[in-house]
Nanobody
Framework: EVQLVESGGGLVQAGGSLRLSCAAS????????IGWFRQAPGKEREGVSC????????YYADSVKGRFTISSDNAKNTVYLQMNSLKPEDTAIYYC???????????????WGKGTLVTVSS
């Protein structure tokens, strides 16, 4: 069974940091693209960052460039999202997702986790 389990969400003040984890199982982790998406109430789901664990190629949305860093620990089948200089606008449910294609970063990911809530207060 394919599983993606997010952890690390919580409440943090503006300017603070948080690290999210996505533990993957049930599929060939290193042959997939793994991404982070987020959705705030009343807004559409937004792509945040993606990584190809096999080669380490990364993508970042303009809104998080310079503040967020995606990485993978291939031995642990885990992807991380280090979030620094957090802003209230970053408040959302963050979802981990996996795609067979890099194009999945644009939408249409194959597998999804259940999400973890990140709340950034002023």
């Amino acid at each position: 069974e394919v599983q993606l389990v997010e952890s690390g969400g919580g409440l943090v003040q503006a300017g603070g940091s948080l690290r999210l984890s996505c533990a993957a199982s049930g599929f060939a982790f290193d042959s997939y693209t793994i991404g982070w998406f987020r959705q705030a109430p009343g807004k559409e789901r937004e792509g945040v960052s993606c990584i190809r664990p096999r080669v380490g190629s990364t993508y970042y949305a303009d809104s998080v460039k310079g503040r967020f860093t995606i990485s993978s620990d291939n031995a642990k089948n885990t992807v991380y999202l280090q979030m620094n200089s957090l802003k209230p606008e970053d408040t959302a449910i963050y979802y981990c997702a996996a795609s067979r294609s890099w194009l999945g970063c644009l939408g249409g990911m194959d597998y999804w986790g259940k999400g973890t809530l990140v709340t950034v207060s002023s």
